[in-house]
């Protein structure tokens, strides 16, 4: 099993790596959203002292680290799988003996993150040395208890994503579903601003959804604000959706196989 | 199943559920609130069961359902209704030693990736089907002197002409030694030549490994080298199973003849052969004529009558098909 992650991994990355020019404009057009928060909330916490206890501090904190989290994270499922399904190309990875989401797609995504992560990281960097973070609150403990949550938070996304791009067996109009289930990230997940400066009851519905443990929970993880009481809630959290995920996509790939036409071939 | 069938197929149906509206603004806006949908019978009732080492044809016009049975026996697609057995296995199933067992090549699709030369997509696939390195070298090998692979596969694909292209998909299905080949339309769009090596190689290929071959084609040459018998499929319905030599003797020995000639409708065509469609709805008229008489009405249509054009065919696979049927 090893042996075929590793050749998919060459495969990918000989291909992806064609295509960096292609990468590059993408990094930059994820980057816009985040940065511009980082400087609105950052000049406001400048001008007041502080928005509900972030300073200012705390925001650049925040939106540097919430670049990293978000490049471990995320995923691009469906646009490497959509068309596939859609047009037929999948066929011929559904007649092999692997499972195509869980070799092919997922190496396709994660080569794309590590190519990402290279030209990323001299920006990150450069950012770092303009807003001269204080990144005294991350310890080596709160690194170490972050990497799992990093990991099951890329597993619940990948796979939450799958089930969705899995819609497109039964209809073409998968892209829209996915943008509002992106609407929902953005909103909960603590991507648009840190969660406790969101409203009650927002905060009291996030709490009991996957979403923040993609951005939030490992952040706040990292920047040891979290009382043991809130660490537990997200193991929880994270142990349930992630068997929810895992289920969820069994059935409904299966389901999908069973729907698929094959079109074209 | 028993012992010598390596493929049996029973009362095989696939019906498609083909959504469909009229053209324009008003019929668009309906479709969104109450979409109409029509079943397509693709494969109706088909059986039909293969013993090993068989190379059989899978002939049919454009839509008869030759491609849908296929995709069913490599487990692409559900049937609606119906069962299979191949070396055992239910197809749709899609258990692991069944796949590693099947390839399914086509020749409309390419399943190599475009980017990276055809050698990177071959270890992949060597990494998929968990082959050693001692068998994987020994089969690269002897695809590489069978299908005279040579430098071929260290190009990007997206470099290669069609027929080079068609040669690597050959090679990356073939990776794993399957012991039974589902080929829609290998030779498509291949030239002449081209197709006379692939055909060589299915053959070979054949031979040397007792492989069960089912393959569909437009070019009725590929049937003809490759195939003993034949499985004729029309409407979704199974017409003709059986040796490929009774097959053209039942349907036969047409040619069509067609001629140019100026005001065609003022002559009575009647006595030299029977009124026929052509092919791509010139001026010319067509005539069917049986095959021992053609020199004979050729030679008497150019003596009777004032032609300014003439050509002689064996009548398209598509009509010699619905022929076999209508009469």
Known sequence: MLKIYKNFWLVNWAEQWQYRANLLMYLFYWLVSPIIYLAVWTSIANSKGDVKGYTANDFITYYLLLLVVDQITSNIVIHILADKIMDGAISSEIIKPVHPVLTSTLVYNVAFKALNFIGFLPIWVALNFLFKPNYAAITWQNILLAVPFLIAGFAISFLISAVITSVAFWTTRVYSIHEFYFALVVLFSGQFVPLTLMPEMIQSIARYLPFQLMIYFPIELLLGRLAPGEILHGVGLAVFWFTFAVVAFKIVWKRGLKQYSAVGA | ?327
């Open chain 2, 1 to 327: 199943m028993t012992i010598e069938n390596i493929i049996e197929v029973k009362d095989l149906s696939k019906t498609y559920k083909v959504s469909e509206r009229d053209s324009g603004f008003k019929a668009a806006v309906a479709s969104f609130f109450k979409r109409k949908f029509k079943d397509v019978k693709a494969v109706d009732h088909v059986h039909f069961s293969i013993r090993p080492g068989e190379m059989v044809g899978f002939l049919g016009p454009n839509g008869a359902g030759k491609t849908t049975t296929l995709k069913m026996l490599s487990g692409l697609l559900n049937p609606t209704f119906g069962h299979a057995k191949v070396m055992g296995y239910t197809p749709w199933e899609l258990r692991g030693e069944y796949l590693s067992a099947i390839t399914l090549i086509m020749g409309q699709r390419n399943r190599l990736s475009w980017d990276i030369p055809a050698a990177d997509s071959f270890l992949l696939n060597q990494a998929i089907y968990r082959i050693g390195d001692i068998e994987y070298k020994q089969t690269m090998r002897e695809l590489d002197e069978l299908l005279e692979l040579g430098d071929v596969v260290k190009k990007p694909v997206r470099n290669l002409s069609l027929g080079e292209r068609m040669k690597c998909e050959l090679a990356a299905g073939l990776i794993h030694r399957p012991s039974v080949l589902f080929l829609d339309e290998p030779t498509i769009g291949l030239d002449i030549t081209a197709q006379a090596r692939i055909r060589e190689f299915l053959r070979e290929y054949n031979r040397r490994y007792n492989a069960t071959i089912i393959l569909t084609s437009h070019y009725m040459a590929d049937v003809t080298a490759l195939c003993e018998r034949v499985i004729l499929i029309h409407h979704g319905k199974l017409m003709y199973d059986g040796a490929l030599a009774e097959l053209s003797r039942k349907i036969a020995p047409f040619k069509v003849i067609g001629v140019g000639l100026e005001n065609a409708a003022d002559y009575d065509l009647t006595g030299y052969g029977e009124r026929t469609v052509g092919e791509n709805g010139d001026a010319m008229v067509y005539l069917r004529v049986p095959a021992e008489q053609a020199t004979s009405v050729t030679s008497r249509l150019l003596a009777e009558l004032p032609i300014h054009d003439i050509t002689i065919a064996d009548p398209p696979i598509e009509s010699v098909i619905e022929q076999a049927f209508q009469g």
